[in-house]
């Protein structure tokens, strides 16, 4: 039996990180969405999906009993702690998963594509270049995948209660999104969407969208305790002439936590994107 990878304190961090949202993202993705692109996969054979930067695979966790048949996974992620502990999580499930470590920072390696039906990832796009986001389109066209990409950051979100620095705290962590996070160039950020949307309607794909938004309430003060710390640091990083505006707005945010009356909405969108059918290229 393969042995697990002990985390290192970056990945149990985003372990922990993972399994915190894991609950909210599974409330807030588009139901709609994952029955149209499982609709678009072929019937009778088994389904070959490819899942973009895992994690501990959460995204798997939730298409594997909403598509169709017989499920063959790649889980690519550059952690091989992360990727022990999906392995670890997922052992007793009856889906065939391969997990692969790879730095995703460019998307050279075509053979991780080669035969997949499904290309998908959670909370990936926003992070992403739009030259990534191209290659990545192409790659799906190449191979007829259909591509379904979840819980993309919008740009948008909103507090209660409200202080009066939450639209600064706002704006820097937007231009934080868009600073460059390893995948090919300065990330898309809150335009990923709109942007994975042109380039897969550009080869010939159709396209759908549904929102995604976060609704936190006081029973998961956890998550929201991290998604603040996560934002002061962010705009913190974009603005330090800032840093004791921010240090206040974050004391009173997590005071308005601690007190079980913060509520948050994060903005999230959905994205499926399938080729057309056989009869429909013959038009």
Request: with cysteine.
């Amino acid at each position: 039996m393969e042995k697990s990878t002990p985390l290192s304190l970056r990945d149990e961090s985003l372990s922990h990180w993972l399994g915190l949202r894991e609950p909210a993202d599974v409330a807030a993705r588009s139901e709609p969405l994952t029955r149209r692109i499982a609709d678009a996969l072929p019937a009778g054979e088994a389904v070959c999906a490819l899942d973009l930067a895992t994690g501990t695979g959460s995204n798997i966790r939730y298409l594997m009993d909403r598509l169709p048949g017989g499920q063959r996974w790649l889980a690519v992620d550059r952690s091989a702690g992360l990727l022990a502990e999906l392995r670890d999580r997922m052992s007793s499930f009856e889906c065939e998963i391969e997990t692969r470590q790879m730095d995703l920072g460019t998307l050279d390696d075509r053979q991780i594509f080669a035969g997949r039906h499904l290309v998908t990832a959670s909370a990936l796009l926003d992070l992403v270049s739009a030259e990534w986001l191209r290659t990545l389109a192409a790659h799906c066209r190449a191979t007829g995948a259909a591509a379904l990409f979840t819980i993309t950051y919008n740009g948008r979100s909103s507090c209660v209660p409200a202080e009066p620095e939450d639209d600064l705290v706002r704006r820097l962590m937007n231009r934080h999104q868009k600073t460059d996070k390893g995948l090919g160039g300065p990330a898309l950020g809150p335009d990923a969407v709109s942007c994975a949307a042109q380039q897969f309607a550009e080869i010939g794909y159709q396209v759908q969208c549904e929102p995604s938004d976060w609704t936190l309430g006081p029973e998961v003060a956890d998550l929201q305790r991290m998604l603040i710390d996560g934002w002061a640091q962010a705009a913190t990083e974009m603005a330090p002439e800032h840093l004791s505006t921010i240090a206040h707005w974050r004391e009173r945010r997590l005071a308005h936590v601690d007190a079980g009356r913060s509520r948050l909405v994060v903005g999230h969108d959905d994205l499926a994107a399938w080729p057309p059918r056989n009869e429909e290229l013959v038009r």
